[in-house]
């Protein structure tokens, strides 16, 4: 199947969404979630298969933020084909027209993404990008050098935060690391520095598998530490982006991953592994084995984990109740507010004025739950609900654009094997977007993904001394 044909699949998609909908609009709201539900499912299904057949692989930062988004806001829609008459979709939106409202939207967002990533199919899909290897000493010893410089400047903090944060999790439980003071202006130079940690082990990786040195292996195991660490502490999502950004790197410069493999090993993480660290974390007093796996056996039978993952849907109907019934629309000024979030405020103690303009989430979470904010804790938000408060239901051709700019970024990435960090680099960060907003993946982008890639082609292009490049290579 060529992308033309799969983009008249997609339109057909879309004109039935419209369709049914309309027709079983003033249906019982159990009927209406549940034919939904289907359709949205199937929907995922094909573009999961259709992805797969035009591209040959589904490793790739799109691929990886559709499979995101659809956990983070479609997770319900799975548990209902399974549950139909206990399971309701989000039941704290008591308003049924909003509700049925949410859920369509919700499924021409996911129509309209991948109806943009297939316009840029259109002309040439990922299987046909030839890969230029650059693997000279000279391109290895520069990536190198900014991958010992970035190491250098964040492995302190990352070691300092991750024996915090054990300490805080081990002693007073997972929630009490929302108490943690939150930090603005210069206070925050040392969060900043810490997250170049990933980066720079991605970068070193790359460097020592393109030179066959066996240290390769050395920066893939303080990889999973660091994620196995945030495991430990709680941090479910955050502990499996960076894996997903080393996929990348191992799919296109180690050996390509059997995806199907791979579907089973996420499968058991998400279903097993994923609701015992829920169970370990929530629990006052350690569990015993017997109640842990009892817990287990509970929440596989009720699928406990895609209703929690897929509880983001809500922010999208709380954000379609109060906007513009209580605040205005942003009319994308909010895209344009994060984006200022580039230029650090490490001069100031006050919040950026992104944070002020541009941070929903906490704007929602004092709206709707202001013991949680009050607590330091929020409601999430999601790409989605973001999209509509800029630009009301027209925000489901923003979601054309995205689709459309996430698969130029994986042909774009591929063309060169030096792109490869940019792209891990990226995913490691930019997957929370799928029940986040765009406000806290734009210096991620920047910073630790085009950051690194532009120091090491500003020192590329100035021919370092070699008794640098011997120091470090030594």
């Not at 949205?40 to 933020?65: C, E, G, H, K, M």
């Not at 960090?421 to 910073?447: K, P, Q």
């Not at 532009?454 to 470090?472: G, H, S, V």
Request: glycine residues 6%; positive net charge.
């Amino acid at each position: 199947m060529n992308s033309l044909k799969a983009i008249i699949i997609q339109i057909v998609f879309i004109l039935v969404i419209f369709t049914v909908s309309s027709f079983i609009y003033d249906a019982g709201i159990q009927e209406f979630e549940l034919t939904l539900s289907y359709l949205i499912v199937i929907q995922f299904a094909w573009q999961s298969l259709n992805f797969f057949r035009l591209n040959d692989t589904v490793v790739s930062i799109f691929y990886f933020f559709l499979l995101a988004g659809m956990l983070f806001n479609g997770g319900g829609f799975f548990v209902k084909i399974f549950n139909p008459t206990e399971y309701t979709l989000m039941t704290e939106i008591t308003d049924l027209a909003v509700k049925r409202d949410t859920i369509i939207f919700v499924a021409l967002c996911f129509s309209f993404l991948y109806l943009g990533a297939l316009l840029y199919l259109n002309h040439g899909n990922l299987k046909s990008v030839k890969t230029i290897v650059y693997n000279q000493p000279v391109y290895i010893r520069t990536f190198r050098v900014v991958g010992f410089a970035l190491l250098a400047v964040s492995i302190v903090f990352e070691m300092s935060y991750m024996m915090d944060s054990l300490q805080v999790a081990m002693a007073n439980g997972y929630y009490a690391l929302y108490g943690m003071e939150k930090v603005y202006g210069v206070d925050s130079v040392p969060k900043i520095l810490r997250d170049f940690y990933i980066p720079a082990l991605y970068i070193l990786y790359w460097c020592d598998v393109n030179s066959g040195n066996r240290r390769s292996l050395l920066w893939m195991i303080m990889i999973f530490v660091h994620c196995m660490l945030l495991f430990m502490i709680g941090f479910r999502g955050h502990s499996i982006m960076p894996i997903l950004g080393f996929a990348i790197l191992y799919d296109r410069c180690v050996a390509r991953i059997n995806i199907r493999k791979s579907f089973i090993i996420g499968a058991a993480v998400l279903f097993f592994v994923f609701p015992l660290i829920k169970n370990y974390r929530n629990a006052a007093d350690k569990p015993t084995m017997e109640a842990a796996l009892e817990y287990l056996g509970d929440s596989f039978r009720e699928l406990a984990i895609l209703k929690e993952m897929g509880s983001s849907v809500k922010t999208v109907g709380y954000t379609q109740t109060l906007v513009p019934a209580e605040r205005d629309y942003a009319y994308g000024s909010g895209y344009f507010w994060a984006m200022t979030s580039i230029f650090p405020n490490i001069f100031t103690n006050g919040k950026h004025p992104a944070i002020e303009n541009a941070h929903y989430s906490q704007w929602l979470t004092e709206r709707v739950n202001p013991h949680a904010a009050a607590a330091g804790g929020g409601v999430g938000y999601s790409f989605i609900a973001e999209a509509y408060m800029n630009f009301s239901i027209f925000g489901v051709f923003f979601m054309v654009l995205l689709g459309y700019m996430l698969v130029k970024l994986d042909v774009f990435v591929m063309q060169k094997n030096t792109r490869l960090i940019l792209a891990a680099s990226f995913t490691s960060f930019f997957l929370m977007y799928g029940r986040g907003e765009f406000l806290f993946v734009v210096r991620s982008l920047l910073w630790y993904s085009i950051g690194p890639y532009l120091m090491y082609k500003f020192l590329l292009q100035r021919a370092i001394k070699p008794k640098l490049f011997q120091r470090i290579n030594a």
